[in-house]
Nanobody, 120 residues
Framework: QVQLVESGGGLVQAGGSLRLSCAASGSIFSINAMGWYRQAPGKQRELVARIIGGSSTNYADSVKGRFTISRDNAKNTVYLQMNSLKPEDTAVYYC??????????????WGQGTQVTVSS
């Protein structure tokens, strides 16, 4: 089984920064795409940023220029550096990964979520 464990959420003032981390552990042969999604109260879960392999990235328009996604393949970890945070960034942030077990096809996994709250 695979687990995604997020950390780094919290409360920050507008204009501040946070760095989220998500470490994948378990029976993993390789990981293809890793990403971050978020869900605000009363809204649908949306893609924030995604990274495929080591360098191909895409971002939601609302976070371009403020957030940076990166990964450490040796540690099976993905990061989200969030700068210039705005109150509208407040949400539960979820890690997502396409993991390849040693004896199966790719399986998509979700983390448990970490709360990010930006005060005005």
């Amino acid at each position: 089984q695979v687990q995604l464990v997020e950390s780094g959420g919290g409360l920050v003032q507008a204009g501040g920064s946070l760095r989220l981390s998500c470490a994948a552990s378990g029976s993993i042969f390789s990981i293809n795409a890793m990403g971050w999604y978020r869900q605000a109260p009363g809204k649908q879960r949306e893609l924030v940023a995604r990274i495929i392999g080591g360098s191909s990235t895409n971002y939601a328009d609302s976070v371009k220029g403020r957030f940076t996604i990166s990964r450490d393949n040796a540690k099976n970890t993905v990061y989200l550096q969030m700068n210039s945070l705005k109150p509208e960034d407040t949400a539960v942030y979820y890690c997502n990964a396409d993991c390849l077990p040693p004896d199966s096809d790719y399986v998509n996994y979700w983390g448990q979520g970490t709360q990010v709250t930006v005060s005005s």
